[in-house]
């Protein structure tokens, strides 16, 4: 976990140009070392928030490891309460721990990614530790071709 919240940081960073190799739709591709990852911002954020920091969602890939499937609402979430992520008809919990959200298995990582990559859209709804609510609309726009080059990078 302290790895995501390593690549959140770089997401953030000025330095996140020199590691940006692609852009796909509304998804950016980047390589960092021997680890690939792809992420994305929200198209549309609705809630009752006063204040937060960037919400985003992000796939990571590493040679010899299972792909993972996380978002983050920019907010501490709510302890013990799920996270909500909607693809077309399909929906999925997640787990959360602080900002971030992820699948609570890489089964579940797997079914996630194969909706992303025949929906058109993706909605997450979170609670953060203070009761107030987002929810986060995100495109799938350029995903299938994005997490083919995240694969192709990082071969």
């Not at 089964?107 to 953060?128: P, R």
């Amino acid at each position: 976990m302290k790895k995501l919240l390593f690549i959140f940081a770089l997401i953030s960073s000025p330095a996140m140009a020199q590691n940006l190799d692609s852009s796909h739709g509304d998804w950016n591709v980047y390589k960092n070392g021997e680890e690939c990852y792809m992420a994305t911002l929200p198209i549309k954020e609705d809630g009752n928030f006063a204040k937060r920091g960037q919400a985003y969602a992000l796939i990571n890939f590493q040679k010899g490891r299972a792909d993972e499937v996380n978002v983050s609402s920019g907010y501490p979430y709510k302890r013990n309460a799920d996270v909500e992520l909607k693809i077309k008809g399909s929906k999925f919990k997640l787990f959360s721990e602080g900002e971030t959200a992820w699948a609570k298995n890489a089964k579940d990582d797997k079914k996630i990614l194969s909706a992303m990559k025949i929906g058109d859209e993706m909605v997450v709804k979170g609670v953060s530790q203070k009761g107030t609510y987002s929810t986060d609309t995100y495109s799938l726009k350029g995903i299938s071709d994005a997490y083919k080059r995240m694969k192709e990078l990082c071969k």
